[in-house]
């Protein structure tokens, strides 16, 4: 049996060193490729922490809502015990959603999420996907056909979760690109295989023409110049 956690975060801002704050958690569980239900889901409040009027316009969380929500000390520690030892996938979680929560965590003197545990689909895309204009959730979302209607006009964690694992599945179902050496060796390997540049193809057996020496050596002159 394989187990994947795939999750979101919603958050105040982009800067967690300069105080912004995790404001949702959401997680999702996928057995051997299959979601289950078997999610985690949890608003956090910020502690002071003010939302700006531009992020709330991307997941419609506003400070009023979060103020009776519980603080990080007491969500963490579940989310630890949800994710487990089991690999954990994010979209550009290794720029954003793993460093942002592992600060979290270590400000609370609580485990971080290991490396070893931390997949970005942002990467294995880009390794195995060629066509999307954009490597974003939603572009590889649409190129997939998975539907984003769920997400209505705003984004949120649980949701994106969803589509995440969604979108993970399919590339997990789709196979690496090949690597450009072995496409290059492969096309090297075809060109000598060729009857006019193979070893059997039938060589000239007179002397070229004076002209054909004279524009030899002016074309040679030319290109080492």
Same mark, same amino acid.
């Given at each position: 049996?394989? &187990? ?6 919603? /958050? /105040?801002?982009? @800067?967690? #060193?300069?105080?912004? &704050?995790?404001? !949702?958690?959401?997680?999702? $569980?996928?057995?051997?490729?299959? *979601? ?24 419609k ?13 007491? =969500?963490?520690?579940?989310?630890? $015990?949800? =994710?487990? @030892? ?10 954003? +959603? ?13 485990p971080?999420?290991? &490396?070893e545990?931390?997949?970005?689909? #942002?990467?294995?895309?880009? %390794? ?6 954009s490597? /974003?959730?939603?572009? *590889? ?9 769920? &997400?209505?006009?705003a ?17 997990? %179902? ?5 690597? =450009?050496? +072995?496409? =290059? ?6 060109? #000598? ?19 054909? *020496? ?6 040679? !002159?030319?290109? /080492?110049?």
């Amino acid at each position: 049996m394989k &187990r994947v956690i795939c999750f979101d975060i919603e /958050t /105040t801002g982009f @800067d967690y #060193l300069r105080g912004d &704050r995790c404001i !949702e958690i959401g997680a999702v $569980e996928l057995i051997d490729g299959k *979601l289950t239900d078997n999610s985690f889901h949890e608003y956090i409040n910020p502690e002071g922490k003010i939302i700006p009027p531009e992020t709330y316009m991307v997941h419609k969380i506003s400070n009023a809502f979060l103020e009776d929500k519980p603080k990080m000390s007491e =969500i963490a520690p579940k989310f630890l $015990e949800f =994710i487990g @030892d089991s690999p954990v996938i994010a979209h550009n979680g290794l720029d954003f +959603d793993f460093p942002f929560v592992n600060h979290e965590l270590s400000k609370l003197g609580l485990p971080q999420i290991p &490396r070893e545990q931390q997949f970005d689909t #942002l990467v294995i895309a880009r %390794n195995r996907v060629f066509g999307p204009k954009s490597y /974003t959730l939603d572009a *590889l979302a649409k190129w997939f056909g998975i539907s984003l209607a769920t &997400r209505a006009d705003a984004h949120g964690a649980l949701i994106d979760s969803e589509i995440l694992a969604k979108v993970y599945v399919e590339l997990e %179902n789709t196979a690496p690109a090949p690597d =450009i050496r +072995d496409i =290059i060796a492969d096309h090297h390997k075809a060109m #000598l295989a060729h009857p006019k540049i193979g070893a059997d193809f039938p060589r000239r057996k007179f002397a070229p023409h004076a002209d054909e *020496l004279a524009n030899h050596t002016a074309f040679m !002159e030319k290109i /080492t110049a």
